[in-house]
């Protein structure tokens, strides 16, 4: 009888320890994950300012390329450095499960690489006080849809399907565009833009926590948290340029 008594404090014991494990897993997993997009978005930004500081000169107060500056800027090169962090971001996607968790990694940090280069312009567009400015504001709004996406209860999912039709839609209107030269439908993608992105930033950060499996092994484990990186940053950089293109100065 008193081994009776015992068994469902025992499994209560075990229980609770299940969830513990849980939890402390899923702590050091989204750290993980938040750690490589921050590391990620550091990357980039080192890179797109080294990459304007080397490519432009100012004399007698006025912006002006350099040798390396044109290269970049005004010929075919750019085309490549445009199209090259597209193509690393799809092989990421579709090889991730045949990858080791190295050689995701090293696909990530050369994707964020190339990235800045090819968002060095922003540099020559807009005002080092506004980037800076626009960069903390994203930061800000980031951080609370992030945290508000892992910590909410409610399911994101129908939120999150909306969110991509609309991303779709950007993109639609953003080549349409590039043809009609409107301001009016600039200023509208730029607000769908923020508002698409913004919400994505919670739907994906609660993805991100419901993939996780305490019965993972380190390999899938690594992986996941390479594309939640990965989901989370390009939120991040696309919120980014919306924001700078509603509220940023222009040189």
Known sequence: MANLDNQPARYGATAAGAVGAIDE??????????????VGLALTGI?????????????DGT????????TLYTGPLLWVFMIAPLALVFLLSWRIGRMSVGAAQVTFWAYAALLGISLSTIFLVYTMAS?????????ATFGVMSLWGYTTKRDLTAMGSFLMMGVIGIVIAMVVNLFLGSEALSFAISIIGVIAFTGLAAYDTQKIKELYSVNDDGTLTGRKAIMGALSLYLDFVNL???????LGDRR
């Open 25 to 38: 897993g899923l702590r050091a997993h989204m750290l993980r994950v938040y750690n490589y997009m921050a």
């Open 47 to 59: 890179t797109a300012y080294l990459t304007f500081a080397l490519a432009t000169t100012t004399e």
């Open 131 to 139: 980037i800076t400015q626009v960069f903390f504001i994203t930061a």
């Open 240 to 246: 980014f340029l919306f924001l700078l293109r509603l």
């Open 63 to 70: 912006l002006k390329l350099t040798d390396l500056g044109v």
